[in-house]
C-alpha cells in the first residue's frame, strides 16, 4: 500500500514539472525577421511585388556605443511577388532564415500605378492577419514604393521609423491604416493619404544636409524621402495628387492641425509669415431652392514670426487689417485646393456628403445614391476667421526705425498676390 501511494505520488510530482516546463510554443526574439517597413508595387509580370524592410540587429548600435570599420546598414530590403499579398510573404519566407514578424511594421507604403488599381485587394491582408497593426501608416509613393524603402533619411536609424515619426508631428496629410478603412466604409466621403517623393540632397558641403531636389534634376547625392502632397482617393482607387500647393487648403477644409506656416504677401516682393497656433472647421450644408449648399467655416489662431515686410504690429488696426489679408489667404487656399477636388477628382475628401447626412438625414437619403454626381457642383461658402494671438518678443522689425515701418495706407494698396502659391 506505501508503494502505492509513493509511486501516485511521484507521478504527481512529475505531471505538475511538466505544467511548469514553460511556454511550449515560444519563438525567441533571435528567430524573428521583424519587418519595419512594407511595399507594394505591381510587378512587371501583372503580379503584387511585396518589400520589406527587415530590421539587422548585429548592425544597430546602441547609444553611446563607438563605431567601426565595417559598419552595415540596419537593416536590408527583401522583394517577392506573387497573386496575392499572402503568396507573396510565402515566397519572401522562403528565402529567409528567421520568421517573418509584421507587429512591428511602421508603415504601408503602395505605388502610383498600384493604387490607381486600387487598393482593396492588397491591405486586406493587413486587416485580416492577426500580427499587423491598425495604427501603420498608410501613404502612396509617387513611382514605384519599394524605391522609397531604398533611400535613407538623415537622423532616423531606418526610412520607416522616420516616416511614422513625421506622421506623428502632423506635418503632412499622414492618416494610419484605420482611419483610411474607417474613411473608406463610411458614407459621404472619400479617404486620402499623404504622398511620398523620393528626392535627393545633390552634394551637400560638409556637415551639412542640404535642401532635397527632385531625383531627375540632381546628378549626385544620397536619396531620401520627401513627404509633399496628398493622393486622393474615390473607393479603394487613386484618382489624384494634390501637389504641395495645393495641399495647405486640405488642411484648412479637414480642420486637422498640421505645422505649417502661412505667407501673406505685402506689395513689393514683400511677406508676413505666420505659425499656425490652433486651427478648426465647420460644415454647414443647407438646401436653398431645392439645391443643397454647402457653407465652410475655418477658423484660424496665429502667431505673426517673420516681419519682413516691416509691418508695426503695435498698431492695433495694422493688425486689424493684416488678419483681413491673412483670412483672405486662408481662403485663397481653400478655394485652390476646391476647386482641384471637386472639378478634376471629382472625390468628396473633404466630408461633404458625410455633413449633410449627420444634419439632414431625410435629405441624404434621397441624393446619396447620385452623390457623385452632386458634390462637383455644390456651391460652397468659405467663411475664414483668422486672428493674430501673438506677434513675437518685438512688435516690430528691429532693423527698421518706426518712421520707416510700413504705414497702414501702405498696407492698404498693397496689390494682390505675388510669387508662386504657398
Known amino acids: 500500500m506505501r508503494r502505492i501511494v509513493r509511486a501516485a505520488a511521484a507521478l504527481a510530482v512529475l505531471l505538475a514539472a511538466s505544467l ?10 533571435n528567430d524573428l525577421a521583424i519587418v519595419h517597413g512594407v511595399a507594394l508595387d505591381r510587378s512587371p509580370e501583372g503580379e503584387v511585388e511585396l518589400t520589406v524592410s527587415i530590421a539587422v540587429p548585429a548592425q544597430i548600435k546602441p547609444p553611446g556605443a563607438p ?8 537593416a536590408t530590403n527583401k522583394s517577392a511577388t506573387g497573386r496575392t499579398v499572402s503568396e507573396a510573404q510565402t515566397r519572401l519566407q522562403k528565402m529567409l532564415s528567421r520568421q517573418l514578424f509584421w507587429a512591428q511594421n511602421a508603415v504601408i507604403l503602395i505605388g502610383e500605378d498600384l493604387a490607381r488599381e486600387g487598393v482593396a485587394d492588397v491591405l486586406d491582408f493587413f486587416t485580416r492577419s492577426t500580427q499587423p497593426r491598425l495604427n ?37 496629410p499622414f492618416i494610419t491604416l484605420r482611419r483610411f478603412l474607417t474613411l473608406l466604409l463610411n458614407e459621404g466621403v472619400e479617404p486620402f493619404v499623404g504622398l511620398v517623393h523620393v528626392t535627393t540632397t545633390g552634394a551637400p558641403e560638409p556637415g551639412s544636409i542640404g535642401s532635397p531636389q527632385p531625383v531627375s534634376s540632381a546628378r549626385e547625392g544620397p536619396t531620401q524621402p520627401s513627404m509633399r502632397g496628398a493622393a486622393v482617393f474615390k473607393g479603394p482607387r487613386l484618382v489624384a495628387l494634390l501637389t504641395e500647393e495645393e495641399t495647405p487648403g486640405l488642411h484648412w477644409a479637414q480642420g486637422d492641425f498640421a505645422i505649417q506656416t502661412v505667407e501673406v504677401p505685402m506689395g513689393d516682393g514683400k511677406w508676413v509669415g505666420f505659425n499656425v497656433i490652433r486651427q478648426s472647421r465647420r460644415l454647414v450644408p443647407a438646401v436653398k431652392d431645392g439645391e443643397i449648399t454647402m457653407r465652410l467655416e475655418v477658423k484660424a489662431e496665429t502667431a505673426l514670426v517673420d516681419n519682413q515686410a516691416s509691418v508695426d504690429a503695435d498698431d492695433v488696426a495694422v493688425v486689424r487689417l493684416l488678419e483681413e489679408k491673412l483670412a483672405s489667404e486662408i481662403e485663397r487656399s481653400v478655394r485652390h485646393t476646391l476647386d482641384k477636388v471637386q ?55 528691429l532693423t527698421v526705425p ?12 498693397a496689390g494682390g498676390r505675388e510669387g508662386p502659391a504657398r
Open 136 to 172: 501603420t501608416v498608410l501613404a502612396v509613393a509617387v513611382g514605384r514604393a519599394k524605391d522609397v524603402l531604398a533611400t535613407t533619411l538623415p537622423i532616423e536609424l531606418n526610412v520607416p521609423s522616420g516616416i511614422q515619426e513625421i506622421e506623428r508631428l502632423r506635418i503632412g
Open 402 to 413: 518706426r518712421s520707416r515701418a510700413t504705414s497702414l495706407r501702405e498696407l492698404r494698396e
Open 67 to 74: 563605431g567601426g570599420e565595417g559598419q552595415g546598414p540596419p
Open 343 to 397: 472639378r478634376e477628382a471629382q472625390s468628396d475628401i473633404l466630408g461633404f456628403g458625410a455633413a449633410v447626412r449627420r444634419a439632414m438625414p431625410a435629405v441624404w437619403e434621397q441624393v446619396k445614391a447620385s452623390w457623385d454626381e452632386l458634390f462637383p457642383e455644390i456651391p460652397v461658402e468659405v467663411v475664414v476667421d483668422a486672428r493674430i494671438l501673438r506677434t513675437g518678443l518685438t512688435s516690430r522689425s
Open 20 to 29: 511548469l516546463s514553460g511556454c511550449w510554443d515560444r519563438i525567441e526574439v
